[in-house]
């Protein structure tokens, strides 16, 4: 099955340049192994060196690449390569995939009191529970649990195994016991939310959990009780958001990132993979960093100590200096 070069320009916009509009694509393929027929994009100029030995039909590239390019063959001119390229999957795949149909699968468990909208579809094994909403266009692929009273919004995705609304992770103390306390709140998904295979998003403990609109989130993911995440916020595989955290719109968090319960996260923060988030960040940027544990006391310590490493090497290096031009004699100030 195979697309015409200039359909895809119609359907997605941009300009193709050197090459012919009629040229039939068969695939989508990556830059360094595209054959001829298949349309690659570059959108990292790091990767420049691949363009000129590439063998694809075509080559989406943005205007700074454009001469580059042309040297080289055909491609579509677009302000963004790599979201032109996102946009040019959505297509292939409705143009060769088959849609999924709307309904309930026979093996899908749905309470009489839930309600689905007639355009979402329901997978194999899928369980929603009394009270629980699903909106219009959404699809449950199979094995997914929507618990009491959760509400998934319009156009949303969920991935095999995933888990909304299991009991938030709420106990006390009772006498060198544990008392539960009873999850008494739900889970609100909004629109256009994508979910990864086995992620958990737990219900609230008294208020809902909040997931909203345009949000993604990897496979593994462990939302916790009362968390919010704002809008258009992605979380990469195997992260853990700890109970009653707020997580600002736009943010991006890497894999493996670990953000303690109970903090604040502003619009447009950036989490390094592998990161502990352990007090709230009031300002948007880019945090990294981990910290080797060790009995609270000192590991407090020696984190304070670490906070000053580079005013003491600031400090050292004028020093350095100062001994430099006034010899070691020198009276230091």
């Given at each position: 099955?195979?697309?015409?070069?200039?359909?895809?320009?119609?359907?997605?916009?941009?300009?193709?340049?050197?090459?012919?509009?009629?040229?039939?694509?068969?695939?989508?393929?990556?830059?360094?192994?595209?054959?001829?027929?298949?349309?690659?994009?570059?959108?990292?100029?790091?990767?420049?060196?691949?363009?000129?030995?590439?063998?694809?039909?075509?080559?989406?590239?943005?205007?700074?690449?454009?001469?580059?390019?042309?040297?080289?063959?055909?491609?579509?001119?677009?302000?963004?390569?790599?979201?032109y390229f996102a946009r040019a999957t959505q297509l292939w795949k409705r143009l060769h995939g088959r849609a999924?149909?709307?309904?309930?699968?026979?093996?899908?468990?749905?309470?009489?009191?839930?309600?689905?909208?007639?355009?979402?579809?329901?997978?194999?094994?899928?369980?929603?529970?009394?009270?629980?909403?699903?909106?219009?266009?959404?699809?449950?692929?199979?094995?997914?649990?929507?618990?009491?009273?959760?509400?998934?919004?319009?156009?949303?995705?969920?991935?095999?195994?995933?888990?909304?609304?299991?009991?938030?992770?709420?106990?006390?103390?009772?006498?060198?016991?544990?008392?539960?306390?009873?999850?008494?709140?739900?889970?609100?998904?909004?629109?256009?939310?994508?979910?990864?295979?086995?992620?958990?998003?737990?219900?609230?403990?008294?208020?809902?959990t909040v997931i909203e609109d345009g949000v993604k989130l990897d496979n593994l993911v462990q939302i916790g009780?009362?968390?919010?995440?704002?809008?258009?916020?992605?979380?990469?595989?195997?992260?853990?958001?700890?109970?009653?955290?707020?997580?600002?719109?736009?943010?991006?968090?890497?894999?493996?990132?670990?953000?303690?319960?109970?903090?604040?996260?502003?619009?447009?923060?950036?989490?390094s993979p592998g990161t502990a988030i352990t007090r709230s960040v009031l300002r948007p940027g880019l945090y990294?960093?981990?910290?080797?544990?060790?009995?609270?006391?000192?590991?407090?310590?020696?984190?304070?100590?670490?906070?000053?490493?580079?005013?003491?090497?600031?400090?050292?290096?004028?020093?350095?200096?100062?001994?430099?031009?006034?010899?070691?004699?020198?009276?230091?100030?």
């Open positions: 099955m195979s697309v015409r070069l200039r359909q895809i320009v119609e359907a997605l916009g941009g300009t193709i340049e050197g090459g012919d509009g009629d040229v039939e694509i068969l695939r989508i393929a990556p830059l360094d192994s595209a054959e001829p027929g298949d349309l690659a994009f570059l959108s990292n100029p790091r990767y420049r060196q691949q363009l000129a030995a590439s063998r694809a039909a075509c080559v989406i590239v943005a205007p700074a690449m454009r001469e580059e390019a042309l040297a080289r063959g055909a491609c579509i001119v677009a302000e963004d390569p790599y979201a999924p149909a709307a309904g309930i699968h026979p093996s899908a468990v749905v309470d009489p009191e839930a309600v689905v909208d007639p355009s979402a579809r329901i997978g194999p094994l899928c369980v929603v529970e009394r009270g629980a909403h699903i909106g219009a266009g959404t699809v449950l692929t199979s094995r997914i649990t929507v618990g009491e009273d959760c509400r998934i919004g319009e156009r949303c995705l969920l991935h095999p195994g995933v888990v909304i609304g299991a009991d938030g992770f709420g106990f006390a103390p009772d006498g060198g016991a544990w008392t539960k306390i009873e999850q008494l709140g739900a889970v609100r998904i909004g629109d256009d939310v994508e979910i990864g295979a086995n992620t958990c998003i737990d219900r609230g403990a008294l208020d809902d009780h009362n968390v919010r995440i704002g809008r258009h916020t992605a979380v990469a595989g195997c992260t853990g958001v700890s109970g009653s955290t707020r997580i600002g719109a736009h943010c991006m968090i890497g894999g493996a990132a670990m953000i303690l319960g109970h903090l604040e996260i502003a619009d447009g923060v950036q989490v990294s960093g981990m910290f080797p544990f060790d009995e609270n006391a000192k590991w407090e310590k020696n984190a304070a100590t670490l906070r000053q490493l580079h005013a003491l090497r600031t400090r050292i290096m004028a020093l350095e200096e100062q001994i430099r031009k006034n010899g070691p004699t020198a009276h230091i100030q």
